[in-house]
């Protein structure tokens, strides 16, 4: 375990900070880099939703009759997912669709995106568990009560979200593979005993999870503060677009969770 | 005009930023707080493409021999107004497609927006040439080479791009409103005789202008810095997501002269 003791789900603290295709000899820098980058992604994109207040009616059924059901938010993340998927979005296996079942085939040419994970764990998907989390439990602790009528934009701004959150969790599978790759043996016995506790065990490094928190409540302190020409230091009356707390919140109760579950998920599956 | 001479396309210092439906009784206030809140989205969407290499293929009419000469990201964004469109989002006049010919009606309930504009002029809109800076001119400016083949998640953030520039200028017709209410004497002769010259120099605003291109330079140095927990300051060899100067020159080349194109065209239909 030496070699990955630094590292975990969550992610050490580091200087540079770049996203580029994952290397065919995945090492624990690159998808380290990787998910500190993303968490400028998710920040931004909760910022941006916070534009628009919550907007019951996108969440409300009966606004779209003819959707058998189906609120804007959804009928239109499906579609999007439908367009998205045209065009060959769900080709690179990093991003996982959250309505797979109604896809149409990509209609560009493939691209020849790299094979890191195993086979058998590569569908591992927490999709579900992120977009009840989302709506429920989420998106009413960061927007304020109101409707602007802007349904639409507020359901793309909603699934800019999604999307961000999904691709940081679902990067579990490379923390995953590569900690498995670099020391097969520390997870053989709990992986044949399919013992999830011991494997969760592994997979936890509580000083490495509260420095992401850490570092993801400054990153909504600096990028969700008002600008202006004039310095500024940050004092209790900074009022800021996402509350900072909020989005620690979030890391520590839903994305570094869920992430280990990703992590667990595939492990289990990796010796199929 | 002495009421006016403080406020332009450009926006001057604030505060407090904050997004709210335009007051029927619209103020230089909330059009300048509406302005400098679409500087962050502006800066944040820019992060967000810089994300991907260029990824020409994108932009290469023959990926998609089916789509009739159009490139993926021209097919994508279609595809994307029509599902927007769809559900509504079109019923905002703030919002402006790039295609409008093709869109369908909307499918829900029409949401009440207050009507702000002057109905000959509500239609103005410059997404052509919009369209053509970004891919033309901006694009290349502030993404580095390359293909990850990520092509629909990076014309989903060019689309983004797209949408807040197209936002930021169109509210031109804001600017150009309540400047006309507030003093339609000061713009009558200007408008009668159809001159845009005399109309322009009536909206320009140097000062305000500079201040402006110095505020979006600042805000891509605190949006596009790396933060990590060490407290760091701004030198010369910090590294930014997006060039801080690209940002202001695409305010300066760019986004202050077409706002204020917008606000020239919206004028001269003021009085039919």
Request: aromatic letters at 12%; one cysteine or more; glycine letters at 4%.
């Amino acid at each position: 375990m030496a070699s990955t003791e630094h590292f975990t789900t969550a992610t050490s603290e580091m200087d540079e900070e770049k996203e580029a295709p994952p290397p065919q000899d995945l090492t624990l820098g690159w998808v380290r880099d990787a998910l500190v980058r993303q968490e400028d992604s998710i920040v931004f994109a909760l910022i941006e939703r916070a534009r628009f207040p919550y907007n019951a009616p996108a969440y409300d059924p009966s606004l779209l009759p003819q959707q058998g059901g189906r609120s804007l938010v959804e009928a239109f993340a499906r579609g999007a997912e439908v367009l998205q998927a045209k065009f060959g979005r769900y080709q690179n296996p990093e991003e996982v669709p959250f309505f797979p079942d109604d896809l149409p085939a990509p209609s560009v040419i493939p691209y020849n995106f790299p094979e890191v994970f195993h086979p058998a764990s590569a569908y591992v998907t927490e999709n579900n568990a992120i977009w009840n989390m989302y709506f429920n439990d989420l998106l009413p602790l960061f927007t304020v009560e109101g409707d602007d009528g802007n349904y639409t934009s507020t359901a793309a701004a909603d699934l800019v979200c999604l999307q961000a959150l999904s691709r940081r969790i679902h990067y579990g599978k490379y923390v995953a593979e590569v900690k498995f790759r670099d020391a097969p043996q520390d997870y053989m016995t709990a992986i044949c005993a399919k013992d999830r506790d011991a494997l969760m065990k592994l997979l936890t490094f509580e000083a490495v999870e509260e420095m992401v928190k850490r570092r993801v409540l400054k990153k909504a302190m600096v990028f969700g503060q008002t600008v202006t020409l004039e310095d500024k230091t940050f004092d209790d009356e900074t009022k800021y677009k996402v509350d900072p707390a909020v989005v620690a919140r979030l890391y520590d109760e839903w994305v570094i969770p869920l992430t280990k579950d990703v992590e667990v998920e595939y492990l289990l599956r990796r010796l199929d």
